[in-house]
């Protein structure tokens, strides 16, 4: 009894197949409307599913976004080591040593003799 007056008040409200009308090309132009009477309801998969799809369109249509560094990215792009840099650092120990070549620090020798104490 419940499920027969529901199919009637849905064929009233003009959700029924035989007086729906066809959507519209450009999408749901109002809200989606649930029915529900007593315990039994009656949802608007078709609305929904019309939503989906718009969102779905939408992600599909938007631009692929990349990653500024990847995999191909040279060493000197992604920060990492490369031989050259290497190569620069070391000096003449590169491959014989762990101690980067460094030229010894400066020694400053005053050009003008200290004062005697008093």
Same mark, same amino acid.
């Given at each position: 009894?419940?499920?027969?007056?529901?199919?009637?008040?849905?064929?009233?409200?003009?959700?029924?197949? @035989?007086?729906?009308?066809?959507? #519209?090309? =450009?999408?749901?132009?109002?809200?989606?409307?649930?029915?529900?009477? &007593? !315990?039994?309801?009656?949802?608007?998969?078709?609305?929904?599913?019309?939503?989906?799809?718009?969102?779905?369109?939408?992600?599909?249509?938007?631009?692929?976004?990349?990653?500024?560094?990847? @995999?191909?990215?040279?060493?000197? #792009?992604? =920060?990492?080591?490369?031989?050259?840099?290497?190569?620069?650092?070391? &000096? !003449?120990?590169?491959?014989?040593?762990?101690?980067?070549?460094?030229?010894?620090?400066?020694?400053?020798?005053?050009?003008?003799?200290?004062?005697?104490?008093?």
């Amino acid at each position: 009894m419940r499920s027969s007056l529901s199919i009637i008040l849905l064929a009233a409200l003009g959700a029924g197949p @035989a007086f729906a009308d066809p959507p #519209a090309p =450009g999408g749901n132009t109002g809200p989606c409307v649930d029915v529900q009477i &007593g !315990n039994d309801r009656a949802l608007d998969f078709d609305c929904i599913n019309r939503r989906f799809q718009l969102q779905a369109d939408r992600q599909h249509m938007a631009p692929i976004q990349t990653a500024p560094i990847g @995999a191909g990215s040279s060493s000197t #792009a992604t =920060g990492t080591a490369n031989q050259a840099a290497a190569q620069q650092m070391m &000096g !003449n120990a590169f491959g014989k040593s762990a101690e980067p070549q460094r030229p010894a620090p400066p020694v400053f020798v005053p050009a003008l003799p200290r004062a005697a104490a008093h």
